[in-house]
């Protein structure tokens, strides 16, 4: 029997705790459990791969951004519908986006998933808030040594252009950056276990995303989500909520 874990942005800005940009209620006891968990039962872990969210101060996603029709700010939380865009109620600070910007928009839609949604800044590269949980981090430092095998570290959402809450492709992917595209070698990696551990934050975005597309493409009873270490953002716990339910329907243990 192997067994791979697979956490889901635990970082600091997604945590519960002082200076965090997008905190969310819970997180910061669900990775004090993780670190417990690794700690107490490492050794039943064969890998461990941490995904690791990764953005620029510009994206499609990020307030500063977009601006509405007056030029006035879009404030972090603000839903934007592709409708909105061609009416001109909000708009991309640098015209030459619109295009791009609206067609995104469009074809996000269309798959019925999300709304483009405008997040606080959160989890930019090189800074305190992309960081894994403190505590989380010194278990798996002792997981990797006890074990003599590093952790892989997964980053995604660099491209500012998709919003890329999957750790497997972003919403939309770009013909241009492969990076956004189906990472068929991590989903291999993690088939070649006979079990895929899952908990991170949050289960109503990226947990519940990354999991949507790997039960796509592997057996679903070998996944196990360890509920007690995730939680939904505020406001999306219906979202969470729903998903936990389709995918015990799907055969995931959860």
């Known amino acids: 029997m192997t067994r791979h874990l697979l956490l889901i942005d ?20 669900d990775m004090r459990r993780l670190a417990a968990l690794l700690r107490e039962r490492g050794a039943e872990f064969d890998a461990v791969t941490v995904t690791l969210d990764a953005h620029q101060r510009l994206d499609i996603a990020h307030p500063g951004f977009w601006q509405r029709a007056d030029g006035s ?18 708009k991309p600070r640098d015209p030459q986006a619109l295009s791009r910007a609206l067609a995104y928009a469009e074809a996000l839609e269309a798959q019925g998933r999300y ?14 808030g992309q960081n894994v949980h403190a505590e989380l981090n010194a278990a798996l430092i002792e997981w990797q040594l006890k074990r003599q095998r590093n952790v892989r570290f997964v980053a995604k959402g660099s491209n500012p252009w998709t919003e890329h809450y999957s750790a497997l492709q972003a919403e939309v992917p770009c013909a241009d950056d492969e990076g956004t595209q189906l990472n068929r070698a991590l989903i291999e990696e993690l088939d070649r276990s006979d079990e895929i551990w899952i908990a991170g934050e949050a289960s109503s975005h990226c947990v519940k995303a990354t999991v949507e597309h790997l039960a796509d493409h592997v057996r679903p009873a070998k996944l196990r989500l ?18 936990l339910t389709n995918m015990r329907a799907r055969g995931v243990q959860a």
């Open 73 to 90: 700010e879009v404030p972090p939380f603000t839903p934007i519908q592709a409708v909105q865009i061609r009416s001109g109620e909000f």
């Open 115 to 128: 709304t483009l949604m405008v997040w606080p800044v959160h989890c930019e590269i090189g800074s305190w």
């Open 226 to 243: 360890l509920t007690d270490c995730m939680s939904p953002v505020a406001g999306f716990e219906a979202q969470a909520s729903a998903f």
């Open 10 to 29: 635990p970082q600091n800005d997604f945590c519960d705790i002082p200076g965090a940009a997008l905190p969310v209620t819970g997180a910061d006891a």
